[in-house]
C-alpha cells in the first residue's frame, strides 16, 4: 500500500510564495518513480503543472515556467514545489502523482488546496 500526502497549502497574497511538500510511504522505491505536480482549478480539468524524472530531468507548464520549482530528496521519499510570485489564477487544488512506466503504476494523493487572493 502506498500513500502520498501532500502539505503546505494556504492562503496566499499574490506576488507570495509557497512551498508543497509531498511525502510518500507505504510499498513504494521512491526513487524510480517520476514525481509528477497537478493542479485542479473549480470548474477546469486537471493539469499538469510540474515533473521530476527520477533522473531529476524537470518539464513545467508554461504558465508556471520561471515561477515554480519542483525537486525531490529521494532520502527523504519527498517531492516538492517551491511557488513563487504567485498569481491568483494558480488558485487551485495541488495534487502529488507518482508514475512508474515499466509496471503501470500510478498513485495520487488527496490534494492540498493553494489559494492565492488579497
Known amino acids: 500500500q502506498v500513500q502520498l500526502v501532500e502539505s503546505g497549502g494556504g492562503l496566499v497574497q499574490p506576488g507570495g510564495s509557497l512551498r508543497l511538500s509531498c511525502a510518500a510511504s507505504?510499498?513504494?522505491?521512491?526513487?524510480?518513480?517520476?514525481m509528477n505536480w497537478y493542479r485542479q482549478a473549480p470548474g477546469k480539468e486537471r493539469e499538469l503543472v510540474a515533473a521530476?524524472?527520477?533522473?531529476?530531468?524537470?518539464n513545467y507548464a508554461d504558465s508556471v515556467k520561471g515561477r515554480f520549482t519542483i525537486s525531490r530528496d529521494n532520502a527523504k521519499n519527498t517531492v516538492y514545489l517551491q511557488m513563487n510570485s504567485l498569481k491568483p489564477e494558480d488558485t487551485a487544488v495541488y495534487y502529488c502523482?507518482?508514475?512508474?512506466?515499466?509496471?503501470?503504476?500510478?498513485?495520487w494523493g488527496k490534494g492540498t488546496l493553494v489559494t492565492v487572493s488579497s
Open positions: 502523482n507518482a508514475v512508474y512506466g515499466l509496471t503501470n503504476s500510478h498513485y
Open positions: 521530476i524524472t527520477s533522473g531529476g530531468s524537470t
Open positions: 507505504g510499498s513504494i522505491f521512491f526513487s524510480i518513480y517520476t
